[in-house]
C-alpha cells in the first residue's frame, strides 16, 4: 500500500466518522422535533456514504485491500450507528447547551418567544411572554409587547423592570439550576406526552414528584402542575395518588390548548377544554400556559378573530403561542406571530387590544 493510498484512506476514515454524526446534530438543533431526527440521520447517511464513495474514487489501487476495504466498511457502519444515536438524542444536548447560556447574554433581540400566563385578581386577566432559551431576548421587546410577565421555559428568566419573570423546571433534572431571584412561582414540566419535550410517563413523573414538592417548601415558592393536556395531568395524578396514597401538592394547574378546524369550531373547541379544566381544578387557579391556532386551518385573519373571540371571554391568565417564530424553523401556516421585525403583526394588533 503506497503512502499516497495511506493518505487517502486517512481522509476516508476521518470523513466518514466525523462526517454523519455532525450532519446529524446539525439537522437536529436546526428542526428540534423528534421524527426530523430521523430525517437528520438519514441525511447523514447520505453524507456518510457519498463521502467514502468519492475517497474512494480518488484511491488507486485500494480494491486489492480486502482488509481495509472490511475495515472501511465497519467505519461507515460505526459512523451510521453513532450518527443515529446523536440525533435521536439531539434534544438532550440542546437542553444541556441551553444550560449554559446565562440570562445576561440573552438580552439583545427578539427572535422566537412564547406567552405564558401569571396569576391574576378576578376576572381580569393578565398576559406574559415567554422568550425559548436559544434566542436573546431583551426588556425592550417585552415592554413593546406589552406583557406583565415573563418566562423563557427555564429557572433563569430575564428580570426587567415592571414586569414579573415566572420560572419552568422544563425537564427533570433541572431543580439544581441558578434560579431567578425573583421567581416566587416555578411552573412543572413542559410537555412531558411529547418525545420533543419533557418526554416522561406519567408513572416517571409521578416518582419524580417529592424531589419538586420539597424543593417548592426549601426555596418557598409556588409550583403548578406539569403544563400539558388535561388528560395528562389527570394521568399524572391518578398515578401520584397510586404511588403514595395522596394527592401531590401543586398550587396552580396548567393545561395547553390547540384547537383546530375552522374558526368558529376552533373557539367552540377552546371554550369547552377550558370549562372542562375549570370543572377538574375545583377552587385550585387555573394556568391557560400555551394556546394557539394556526394559520393552516384557515387564514391569519381568521386566526386575529379566534383572539379577540377568547379574550374577554376567559377569567385566567392565558398565553399565546407564539410572539415571534424570527429563527425558528417553522412553514407559514403554522406562524402565529405577533411581533415581527419589531412591528406588531396582525395578530399583534388582536392581542394586545
Same mark, same amino acid.
Given at each position: 500500500?503506497?503512502? $499516497? ?8 476514515? +476521518? ?25 437528520? *440521520?438519514?441525511?447523514? #447517511?447520505? %453524507? ?11 484511491? =488507486?489501487?485500494?480494491? !486489492?485491500?480486502?482488509?481495509? $476495504? ?6 461507515? !457502519? ?10 435521536? !438524542? ?33 376576572? @381580569? ?13 431583551? /426588556? &425592550? ?17 430575564? %428580570? /426587567? ?36 419535550? /419533557? ?6 413523573? %409521578? ?38 396514597? $395522596? ?18 369550531? +376552533?373557539? *367552540? ?8 379544566? $375549570? ?10 400556559? @400555551?394556546?394557539?391556532?394556526?394559520? +393552516?386551518?384557515?387564514?391569519?385573519? &381568521?386566526?386575529?378573530? #379566534? ?8 377569567? @385566567?391568565?392565558?398565553?399565546? #403561542? +407564539? ?13 402565529? =406571530? ?16
Amino acid at each position: 500500500m503506497s503512502n $499516497r493510498d495511506l493518505v487517502l484512506w486517512c481522509l476516508k476514515f +476521518a470523513a466518514t466518522l466525523a462526517g454523519a454524526p455532525f450532519v446529524h446534530l446539525l439537522g437536529a438543533v436546526l428542526f428540534e422535533s423528534p421524527w426530523h431526527f430521523w430525517v437528520s *440521520a438519514y441525511s447523514g #447517511f447520505v %453524507a456518510c456514504l457519498l463521502s467514502w464513495y468519492f475517497l474512494h474514487r480518488l484511491s =488507486s489501487g485500494y480494491s !486489492s485491500w480486502t482488509y481495509f $476495504r472490511l475495515l472501511e466498511l465497519s467505519i461507515i !457502519s460505526l459512523c451510521i450507528v453513532v450518527g443515529l444515536a446523536f440525533s435521536l !438524542s439531539a434534544h438532550v444536548w440542546l437542553d444541556y447547551g441551553q444550560r449554559l447560556i446565562p440570562a445576561a447574554v440573552r438580552t439583545q433581540s427578539v427572535e422566537t418567544v412564547y406567552l405564558p400566563a401569571v396569576m391574576s385578581a378576578g376576572r @381580569e386577566i393578565s398576559v406574559g411572554v415567554g422568550a425559548i432559551h436559544q434566542y436573546p431576548y431583551s /426588556c &425592550d421587546d417585552l415592554a413593546m409587547a406589552g406583557v406583565d410577565w415573563v418566562q423563557d421555559w427555564s429557572m433563569d428568566p430575564l %428580570a /426587567c423592570p415592571g414586569i414579573k419573570p415566572v420560572c419552568q423546571c422544563w425537564k427533570p433534572p433541572c431543580l439544581d439550576a441558578p434560579r431567578t431571584p425573583e421567581c416566587d412561582l416555578v411552573l412543572g414540566p413542559n410537555e412531558c406526552s411529547i418525545a420533543g419535550q /419533557c418526554n416522561m410517563t406519567a408513572e416517571e413523573l %409521578a416518582t419524580w414528584w417529592p424531589q419538586f414538592e420539597l424543593y417548592a417548601v426549601l426555596e418557598d415558592v409556588e409550583i403548578s402542575t406539569p403544563c400539558d393536556s388535561l388528560g395528562y395531568i389527570q394521568s399524572w395524578k391518578h398515578a401520584y395518588e397510586t404511588m403514595y396514597g $395522596r394527592s401531590p401538592r401543586y398550587d396552580r394547574v396548567c393545561i395547553h390548548s390547540y384547537p383546530y378546524g375552522d374558526v368558529q369550531q +376552533a373557539i *367552540a373547541q377552546f371554550k369547552a377544554e377550558v370549562e372542562l379544566a $375549570r370543572a377538574w381544578v375545583g377552587e385550585t387557579p387555573l394556568i391557560i400556559h @400555551e394556546v394557539g391556532y394556526w394559520p +393552516a386551518w384557515s387564514s391569519k385573519e &381568521d386566526v386575529a378573530v #379566534f383572539i379577540r373571540e377568547i379574550k374577554p371571554w376567559l377569567e @385566567e391568565p392565558v398565553a399565546w #403561542f +407564539a410572539l415571534s417564530h424570527v429563527g425558528e424553523y417553522i412553514s407559514p401556516w403554522h406562524d402565529t =406571530s405577533l411581533v415581527e421585525n419589531g412591528q406588531l403583526t396582525i395578530l399583534g394588533e388582536a392581542w394586545v387590544q
